[in-house]
């Protein structure tokens, strides 16, 4: 039935196919089909203080505002992470901005955190009836300087706290300039300590422990990614999200829209984030990872839990494959 859907949708331009489907997903919600959709595997796990119905969770992108966390949900997800959501509304980048490389099962984006706004967010997230465990990914906006970063990071997190289950912090999209640069050094120290502080103070406010979570980019070598793990060690961070997309062509050269720019995603990061995975879990072998990227079938989802990963998210490969992959990854990871 999928394969069907998707014949027609990769006719449209890939962002106009994104809405087409999205709409389409919320219409056979309504009609109670949702359950019909994908495969429900019951296999709860328990990290962060959470539990989780199954490993396999929505990857931050998909729906940016919230707009359709019921349709999604209903497919069988253990978890939904929705954003990257900012401060205030922004447009995001200029059309066209996604590009679909099917002969490598991978989409390049330089999307911009396009998004209605934290506020909007929040109002979609009290609106809706998803009774399962919700993410919220944080970013900045593209006017906003790097070096006040916090500022955005703090405004959101400020704002969808109460309405969360756990925070992601997103420093590692490529389609906003200079915000890989907060994954380093003193940038990522003061900015991971405010945040925490904050958080802690909230969780106190609020009566609720939210996790904080931070993504990070495939793009690092192994004396990098140590350094990165040290700094969500010393700072408390509660679970590493590995990872974002890739910058690199190497897997796509040749191909069309190879040189489009922007974050690629799919089977081609799949080796990159599962050596990021690997190099965290040497030097974090407690902390709780959600690995990503390549996940396509229920064999990569082992493979992505077999390089150290403990819950796994998927979008790309949700794309392509559509909502059976959900209960096969699922199933696999039973």
């Known amino acids: 039935m999928y394969a069907l859907a998707r014949s027609l949708l990769f006719r449209l331009d890939p962002e106009t196919a994104h809405g087409a489907a999205l709409t389409s997903l919320d219409a056979g919600h309504r009609l109670g089909l949702g359950r019909w959709m994908g495969t429900h595997v019951d296999a709860p796990i328990t990290l962060m203080g959470l539990t989780f119905p199954n490993r396999v969770g929505l990857a931050a992108g998909l729906d940016k505002n919230a707009e359709h966390l019921d349709a999604l949900g209903a497919l069988g997800f253990g978890f939904v992470e929705v954003g990257t959501v900012t401060p205030k509304p922004q447009p995001g980048n200029p059309k066209p901005r996604l590009f679909r490389v099917p002969e490598c099962g991978a989409i390049i984006n330089r999307m911009g955190f396009n998004n209605a706004g934290v506020d909007a967010l929040v109002a979609n997230v009290r609106k809706s009836r998803y009774a399962g465990v919700i993410g919220i990914n944080i970013g900045k906006n593209l006017d906003t300087p790097v070096e006040h970063a916090v500022d955005d990071y703090l405004a959101c997190l400020r704002k969808v706290h109460a309405h969360a289950h756990y925070v992601t912090v997103n420093l590692s999209s490529p389609n906003t300039p200079g915000l890989r640069n907060l994954q380093f050094g003193e940038h990522l120290d003061a900015l991971l300590g405010t945040l925490v502080e904050e958080k802690h103070r909230l969780d106190n406010a609020n009566g609720q422990c939210v996790p904080l979570a931070v993504k990070i980019a495939p793009d690092m070598d192994a004396d990098e990614v140590a350094?990165?793990?040290?700094?969500?060690?010393?700072?408390?961070?509660?679970?590493?999200?590995?990872?974002?997309?890739?910058?690199?062509?190497?897997?796509?050269?040749?191909?069309?829209?190879?040189?489009?720019?922007?974050?690629?995603?799919?089977?081609?990061?799949?080796?990159?984030?599962?050596?990021?995975?690997?190099?965290?879990?040497?030097?974090?072998?407690?902390?709780?990872?959600?690995?990503?990227?390549?996940?396509?079938?229920?064999?990569?989802?082992?493979?992505?839990?077999?390089?150290g990963a403990d819950l796994v998210q998927i979008y790309t490969g949700f794309i392509y494959r559509g909502p059976a992959l959900v209960g096969e990854c699922a199933g696999a990871l039973t």
């Open 227 to 307: 350094l990165v793990a040290q700094a969500l060690a010393a700072n408390g961070v509660d679970a590493v999200i590995a990872t974002n997309t890739t910058v690199s062509r190497e897997a796509v050269a040749g191909l069309a829209h190879a040189e489009e720019q922007g974050g690629l995603s799919g089977r081609p990061v799949f080796e990159p984030s599962n050596a990021v995975i690997q190099e965290l879990r040497r030097h974090l072998p407690t902390l709780p990872i959600i690995g990503v990227g390549g996940i396509d079938s229920g064999d990569t989802a082992r493979a992505k839990c077999k390089a």
